[in-house]
């Protein structure tokens, strides 16, 4: 009996013995930095307002990555640069675009060119004409009769139907996040089968325009009071060319138009849409800068941070991921205000293309650590102890996906506990995907995306023109900087790198395609 009461008695011990150690004090002083003194609304506004739209290879996305730079620089970050990671295509910008109605009466619509469509080659009046489906047949039914012709498809859906549901929510803090599915998750085969489906809208669209079309108006697929997604097509790639002006109008707008030209109203609309076309330079670039190790024997060992730079252009991609780089530069101030002197040298890597498949990720990585499609891996990659990556919108951290590395499940329990009263406590086996964390996953080294609160990030501003510094949240974004900056210094200054799951076998990386997105 003495002997078991003794080994009772021993179990809490060899518990605390074995649980993460974590420097109380110096998540004081992160708690304090990035709570109380906060940058996260200085940086918001100049990535968002100042810089504007940063559509990938953009004169946009090039004036903001510019400015990381030298903020980056300012704060006293070293190599600070824009990388190139390999070629992306022909750089494009809006300088001008309306569209409105004309007859039977005159009034601006809600509406936004598709990104990389091309101009009107001036202000256009024309008529309107109604395709049944966007088809070749449907074209050639038309005949003539489309020359000159702007074009609307019959809507999806022809009525607006009343939404009751809230467009902002948070998990419960009840929630038990150990169940969260997979997120986002996607095979390479499911997305490779739309190579055929692009490549079909591509010639209906080229078909359209030899018929004469002046423009296409694309109806909005999901979005409503005036919440456009326009996103955009692959005309930015090598041996494709926009056919025709395409332009994506508000779902009211199109039910209007579609209203009248049922009832047999003559429609007339003026149309100006000037866009601007660069191909001097056709690389994509990323930006990185970085806190240097001090440890003699850990300094050339990395511990990285990121999200994507790059924004689609109807808004100024505050949410999308405007958002994730704002947190992740406030980590890097946050650490360098506080004079910390990791061990491991500090990384943070924003990235170009993510919109367009991961581009600007995959290819700094391919650079740097190897390609998942053979596992032939560099010296480099033995050297990264951790990515961290935020790019679900500005809700706060609520967890942490541990993409299945079991491993270090513990040891981010253990860094969560300082922060359990801000609201995050949750880890997951789970994976989440469809960002910047796969590509360093993909050739094994341990790559992390936090759980964050929805807000309104898929109903309202993930690739639409509402996506702008009026839909960030301000004190969730502090609190998800304090936390990552917690989890990075700690990532810098533990003994051992962070574990890491088996290698996974040599396999083509999922948005590794044949065709441009």
Same mark, same amino acid.
């Not at 205000?337 to 990585?365: C, D, H, M, N």
């Given at each position: 009996?003495?002997?078991?009461?003794?080994?009772?008695?021993?179990?809490?011990?060899?518990?605390?013995?074995?649980?993460?150690?974590? /420097?109380?004090?110096?998540?004081?002083?992160?708690?304090?930095? #990035?709570?109380?003194?906060?940058?996260?609304?200085?940086?918001?506004?100049?990535?968002?307002?100042?810089?504007?739209?940063?559509?990938?290879?953009?004169?946009?996305?090039?004036?903001?990555?510019?400015?990381?730079?030298?903020?980056?620089?300012?704060?006293?970050?070293?190599?600070?640069?824009?990388?190139?990671?390999?070629?992306?295509?022909?750089?494009?910008?809006?300088?001008?675009?309306?569209?409105?109605?004309?007859?039977?009466? *005159?009034?601006?619509?809600?509406? *936004?060119?598709?990104?990389?469509?091309? #101009?009107?080659?001036?202000?256009?009046?024309?008529?309107?004409?109604?395709?049944?489906?966007?088809?070749?047949?449907?074209?050639?039914?038309?005949?003539?009769?489309?020359?000159?012709?702007?074009?609307?498809?019959?809507?999806?859906?022809?009525?607006?139907?009343?939404?009751?549901?809230?467009?902002?929510?948070?998990?419960?803090?009840?929630?038990?996040?150990?169940?969260?599915?997979?997120?986002?998750?996607?095979?390479?085969? /499911?997305?490779?089968?739309?190579?055929?489906?692009?490549?079909?809208?591509?010639?209906?669209?080229?078909?359209?325009?030899?018929?004469?079309?002046?423009?296409?108006?694309?109806?909005?697929?999901?979005?409503?009071?005036?919440?456009?997604?326009?996103?955009?097509?692959?005309?930015?790639?090598?041996?494709?060319?926009?056919?025709?002006?395409?332009?994506?109008?508000?779902?009211?707008?199109?039910?209007?138009?579609?209203?009248?030209?049922?009832?047999?109203?003559?429609?007339?609309?003026?149309?100006?849409?000037?866009?601007?076309? /660069?191909?001097?330079?056709?690389? #994509? *670039?990323?930006?990185?800068?970085?806190?240097?190790?001090?440890?003699?024997?850990?300094?050339?060992?990395?511990?990285?941070?990121?999200?994507?730079?790059?924004?689609?252009?109807?808004?100024?991609?505050?949410?999308?991921?405007?958002?994730?780089?704002?947190?992740?530069?406030?980590?890097?101030?946050?650490?360098?205000?506080?004079?910390?002197?990791?061990?491991?040298?500090?990384?943070?890597?924003?990235?170009?293309?993510?919109?367009?498949?991961?581009?600007?990720?995959?290819?700094?990585?391919?650079?740097?650590?190897?390609?998942?499609?053979?596992?032939?891996?560099?010296?480099?990659?033995?050297?990264?102890?951790?990515?961290?990556?935020?790019?679900?919108?500005?809700?706060?951290?609520?967890?942490?996906?541990?993409?299945?590395?079991?491993?270090?499940?513990?040891?981010?329990?253990?860094?969560?506990?300082?922060?359990?009263?801000?609201?995050?406590?949750?880890?997951?086996?789970?994976?989440?995907?469809?960002?910047?964390?796969?590509?360093?996953?993909?050739?094994?080294?341990? #790559?992390?995306?936090?759980?964050?609160?929805?807000?309104?990030?898929?109903?309202?501003?993930?690739?639409?023109?509402?996506?702008?510094?009026?839909?960030?949240?301000?004190? /969730?974004?502090?609190?998800?900087?304090?936390?990552?900056?917690?989890?990075?210094?700690?990532?810098?200054?533990?003994?051992?790198?962070?574990?890491?799951?088996?290698?996974?076998?040599?396999?083509?990386?999922?948005?590794?395609?044949?065709?441009?997105?």
């Amino acid at each position: 009996m003495r002997t078991l009461i003794l080994v009772l008695l021993l179990i809490p011990f060899c518990l605390l013995a074995q649980q993460e150690p974590v /420097d109380q004090a110096m998540m004081q002083k992160i708690r304090t930095e #990035g709570l109380e003194h906060s940058q996260i609304p200085v940086i918001a506004h100049y990535l968002t307002d100042v810089n504007g739209p940063r559509l990938t290879n953009s004169p946009g996305y090039t004036h903001a990555a510019k400015w990381v730079v030298q903020t980056l620089k300012q704060w006293g970050l070293q190599n600070a640069a824009m990388e190139p990671w390999g070629q992306f295509g022909k750089s494009w910008s809006l300088t001008g675009s309306y569209l409105a109605l004309k007859t039977p009466y *005159y009034q601006p619509l809600i509406a *936004y060119p598709k990104a990389w469509s091309t #101009g009107t080659k001036g202000p256009i009046t024309a008529p309107v004409v109604l395709l049944d489906t966007l088809s070749e047949a449907a074209i050639d039914k038309l005949g003539a009769s489309i020359k000159g012709k702007i074009v609307i498809v019959r809507p999806r859906d022809t009525a607006l139907v009343s939404n009751f549901k809230p467009f902002a929510t948070r998990y419960a803090d009840t929630t038990d996040f150990s169940k969260l599915p997979d997120m986002y998750m996607l095979e390479r085969d /499911d997305i490779a089968k739309y190579g055929d489906f692009f490549q079909k809208l591509y010639a209906v669209r080229k078909h359209l325009a030899a018929k004469g079309a002046a423009a296409l108006l694309n109806a909005n697929l999901h979005g409503r009071d005036g919440t456009i997604f326009a996103d955009g097509r692959m005309y930015y790639a090598k041996g494709y060319t926009s056919p025709l002006p395409e332009v994506t109008v508000s779902t009211e707008d199109m039910l209007r138009l579609y209203r009248l030209l049922r009832s047999s109203q003559p429609v007339q609309l003026e149309m100006n849409v000037k866009a601007k076309w /660069d191909s001097t330079d056709t690389k #994509g *670039y990323n930006v990185v800068g970085e806190i240097p190790g001090t440890d003699n024997e850990l300094k050339n060992q990395v511990v990285m941070l990121g999200g994507h730079l790059d924004s689609w252009h109807s808004g100024t991609g505050a949410t999308d991921d405007g958002a994730g780089c704002i947190v992740m530069m406030e980590v890097m101030r946050i650490l360098k205000t506080l004079g910390v002197q990791p061990k491991r040298t500090i990384r943070i890597a924003l990235w170009g293309g993510e919109e367009q498949g991961l581009l600007g990720s995959f290819g700094y990585v391919k650079k740097h650590y190897g390609n998942p499609a053979d596992m032939k891996l560099t010296a480099e990659q033995k050297n990264v102890s951790a990515y961290y990556n935020l790019d679900n919108g500005s809700g706060k951290i609520r967890g942490i996906y541990l993409q299945n590395n079991e491993a270090a499940g513990p040891i981010f329990r253990s860094w969560l506990e300082p922060f359990a009263d801000l609201g995050a406590t949750g880890i997951t086996s789970s994976n989440t995907g469809s960002t910047d964390h796969l590509s360093f996953d993909a050739v094994g080294i341990p #790559g992390f995306q936090f759980i964050q609160d929805p807000l309104e990030y898929e109903t309202k501003t993930h690739h639409s023109n509402m996506d702008t510094y009026d839909h960030l949240s301000m004190d /969730d974004m502090k609190q998800a900087a304090t936390i990552i900056a917690a989890f990075v210094y700690n990532t810098a200054m533990r003994p051992e790198m962070m574990p890491r799951k088996p290698l996974p076998q040599p396999s083509r990386f999922v948005f590794d395609l044949d065709f441009p997105l």
